[in-house]
């Protein structure tokens, strides 16, 4: 694994952008570094709309919020002095299994990224607890691989 294989794991989310405006603080100007920004992709639960036009709009709304935040992550990564050919952007869809944490965990193993980076939810002990989190699961079960959580 190499450590200046960067993996940020990200969901649009404030978070994620912490995440990532903590990596581009660290990463600033570092040379060699290679850094891709994750996404798993889940489809909205069909369940919850009417039709499937409905269904399919919010896909489409998902999908355009989902490609802003890699637009904008990817120029605070490039803006901090990391070369554009360095900062790439991978979607992988995910089915209810695996789960998040663990699909995130396949890729961080199959591509040898050396550092894996997520931002925190913050949930409460009781949340995690009865909801699961993806930064714990994936502190708990990542190998060869440092793991920076950012709060």
């Known amino acids: 694994m190499d450590i200046k294989n960067i993996l940020i794991s990200v969901d649009a989310s404030d978070n994620a952008m912490r995440a990532v405006d903590y990596a581009a603080s660290i990463l600033a100007n570092a040379e060699g ?75 961080q193993q199959a591509e040898g990224f050396g550092t894996l980076v997520v931002g925190r939810r913050g949930l409460t002990k009781g949340e995690e607890f009865l909801f699961g989190s993806v930064s714990s699961k994936l502190v708990h079960n990542a190998k060869n691989c440092a793991v920076w959580v950012v709060q």
């Not at 989902?66 to 990391?82: C, E, H, I, P, S």
């Open 33 to 107: 570094v290679r850094v891709t920004l994750l996404y798993i992709e889940r489809a909205p639960n069909r369940d919850k709309f009417d039709d499937e036009a409905a269904w399919l709009n919010q896909c489409k709304l998902d999908h355009d919020r989902v490609f802003d935040f890699l637009k904008t992550a990817r120029q605070k990564l490039v803006a901090a002095g990391l070369p554009e050919a360095s900062v790439h952007e991978r979607t992988v869809l995910c089915s209810a299994e695996p789960s998040i944490a663990q699909t995130i965990l396949d890729v």
